[in-house]
Structure formats: structure tokens, C-alpha cells
T-cell receptor, first 113, second 116 residues
Framework: SQKIEQNSEALNIQEGKTATLTCNYT??????LQWYRQDPGRGPVFLLL?????KEKRKERLKVTFDTTLKQSLFHITASQPADSATYLC????????????FGQGTELSVKP | GAVVSQHPSWVICKSGTSVKIECRSL??????MFWYRQFPKQSLMLMAT?????????EQGVEKDKFLINHASLTLSTLTVTSAHPEDSSFYIC????????????FGPGTRLTVL
């Protein structure tokens, strides 16, 4: 069956450390994958998009990797801050489905001062 | 850029009434908009894909007569929950795809629907 999975357990880290979140998928062929941040009661905020032929993307303190062999994407936040505390969602877009996104269940990140 | 708004941000209605939610792309044209619902502590579930000028495409298990979608212009899509029931209470979120810049989807702030 088709699945997209993120760590369901909350991730607690100390301020200044690097947070690494995982997104694994099975039985999908993604054209690209997107990462979003969602705060309680708010809509998701777009962070990064990485295509299936790209290995890595960076934006300020954020880095995303995409390994189509392992069927995995990793999302890193370096020099984490308490303001980074939120739920992070990965979403993949299968080929030829008009940009439809399939979302993982999200990982809650808590950065302690 | 790429701002999506939704209105209303929250609504409380009686069982049996209909509720309309608007989704607007404020600074770009969106040929495709998507509607999602999200239950507490769960992820977003796609309900339907809305293309400007054509009928929406609904996901399996979503009743098209219950959730009416109209995408009348390149900047506006509406979702009408007809004859709402308490089980329709949820967080409804729309998104718009920016096709000219690489397929990023930008989301609205969501609408909290509570049906009494």
C-alpha cells in the first residue's frame, strides 16, 4: 500500500542544536516533495520544494535532502531557536496528478531555550 | 507574494444549514486550487482539486453533492458545505498552486467550522 510517514513522536531539542526530521514513503513515485511548517490553528506555511532529480536544497538555516533510492527526505534546521517550535509536514506530489499533494502526519518539534 | 486568504476564519452554524467558505489568491492567478480538511492532531486530507472554469475533481469518499466547489475565476474558489452536520465540524484549508514558478502550493489560514 502507499504510505508517507513522518516520526510521530515529538522531537525535543536544545536551542542552538540541529533538528533533523525524517519523511519516508513507499509505493509512490514523487515528482517533487515539499516541506511545510504548521502552527496550531493555522494553515501550513511553505518552506522548501525539492524535485526528484535534486539531492539537496538550502534556504537560510533550512536544508532538505531527497534520496529516491532510500525513498526518504530529511529536513534539517540548523542553529535552532524556540521560535522554530511547530509541526513540520512533508508532502509529496506524485507524477501526472496535477500537482496533488499527499501529506505525512507531521512531526512536532519543540526547541527548548 | 503568493498570499492566499480564506473567509471566514471561523464559523458556527446549526445542523442542517449550509456554509460557504471563500478562498482567494491575493497577488497571483491560480488556475488550480485545492481543498483540504484537517481533524485535530491529524494531517491534511485532500478533498478536491478545483480548476478554474471546469468541474472540481473529488477524492474518493468525498461527496460532491455535500461539498460543492466553484472556481469561478483565477483568484477565487468557494467550498459550500451543504446541510451541515456535527461530523462536518473540522478545519478546512485551501491552497493555490503557483504553476509558473515551480509548483509550490501556498495555503490559506484555514476556516474552523463548528456545526451544533
Amino acid at each position: 500500500s502507499q504510505k508517507i510517514e513522518q516520526n510521530s513522536e515529538a522531537l525535543n531539542i536544545q536551542e542552538g542544536k540541529t533538528a533533523t526530521l525524517t519523511c519516508n514513503y513507499t509505493n509512490y513515485s514523487p515528482a517533487y516533495l515539499q516541506w511545510y511548517r504548521q502552527d496550531p490553528g493555522r494553515g501550513p506555511v511553505f518552506l522548501l520544494l525539492i524535485r526528484e532529480n535534486e539531492k539537496e536544497k538550502r534556504k537560510e538555516r533550512l536544508k532538505v535532502t531527497f534520496d529516491t533510492t532510500l525513498k526518504q527526505s530529511l529536513f534539517h534546521i540548523t542553529a535552532s531557536q524556540p521560535a522554530d517550535s511547530a509541526t513540520y509536514l512533508c508532502a509529496l506530489a506524485p507524477w501526472n496528478q496535477g500537482g496533488k499533494l499527499i501529506f505525512g502526519q507531521g512531526t512536532e518539534l519543540s526547541v527548548k531555550p | 507574494g503568493a498570499v492566499v486568504s480564506q473567509h471566514p476564519s471561523w464559523v458556527i452554524c446549526k445542523s442542517g444549514t449550509s456554509v460557504k467558505i471563500e478562498c482567494r489568491s491575493l497577488d497571483f492567478q491560480a488556475t488550480t486550487m485545492f481543498w483540504y480538511r484537517q481533524f485535530p492532531k491529524q494531517s491534511l486530507m485532500l478533498m478536491a482539486t478545483s480548476n478554474e472554469g471546469s468541474k472540481a475533481t473529488y477524492e474518493q469518499g468525498v461527496e460532491k453533492d455535500k461539498f460543492l466547489i466553484n472556481h469561478a475565476s483565477l483568484t477565487l474558489s468557494t467550498l459550500t458545505v451543504t446541510s451541515a452536520h456535527p461530523e462536518d465540524s473540522s478545519f478546512y484549508i485551501c491552497s493555490a498552486r503557483v504553476s509558473y514558478s515551480g509548483n509550490e502550493q501556498f495555503f490559506g489560514p484555514g476556516t474552523r467550522l463548528t456545526v451544533l
